[in-house]
């Protein structure tokens, strides 16, 4: 049956889970994973930054620090996860909040893989053009930039502006 019916006549939110396609099932165990990243570089970015500004996003808040000497990569949570021990003290708290082990992101449907992402995204080529809007008598700057694999355009534009 489908995901609907199936909550309908039970509070089995893992096996509704189960009930979608595995494409979309895969998409969400990648998010949440660079959920849980993001959540653990805002507690790293505000453990080490003397002063950090918000800026929102899908899924709360993102923080950014003002005079902080960064950290070049920070691991992504996977079961086979090792790393040095102030790191995972960081993780464990991030993931006490989500109510999850380490362990928990060990599973058959999924392979979570520890790998490094890097955490200060610096863009390339940058241009702002500033001009009149075309349409309105106001201001308007356009940006230019790139960006690496699985960095947001949008999140950036939202720090550039909000600093």
Request: hydrophobic share 40%; proline share 4%.
């Amino acid at each position: 049956g489908t995901v609907v019916s199936h909550l309908r006549n039970s509070n089995d939110f893992k096996g509704a889970f189960q009930r979608t396609f595995k494409g979309i099932r895969e998409i969400f165990f990648s998010a949440y994973q660079s959920y849980i990243w993001n959540e653990c570089v805002k507690q790293l970015v505000r453990q080490t930054s003397n002063e950090v500004y918000s800026v929102y996003y899908e899924a709360g808040k993102l923080v950014f620090p003002r005079g902080w000497k960064p950290v070049d990569a920070f691991p992504l949570v996977a079961p086979d996860l090792s790393a040095d021990d102030k790191t995972m003290k960081l993780i464990d708290n991030v993931l006490a909040i989500e109510k999850m082990k380490l362990s928990d992101f060990s599973t058959d449907e999924h392979v979570f893989v520890a790998r490094l992402r890097e955490v200060c995204v610096v863009p390339q080529d940058l241009v702002m053009e500033e001009g009149n809007d075309e349409r309105s008598r106001k201001q308007k700057v356009v940006l230019s930039f790139s960006l690496p694999k699985g960095a947001y355009a949008t999140i950036v534009t939202k720090a550039l502006f909000q600093q």
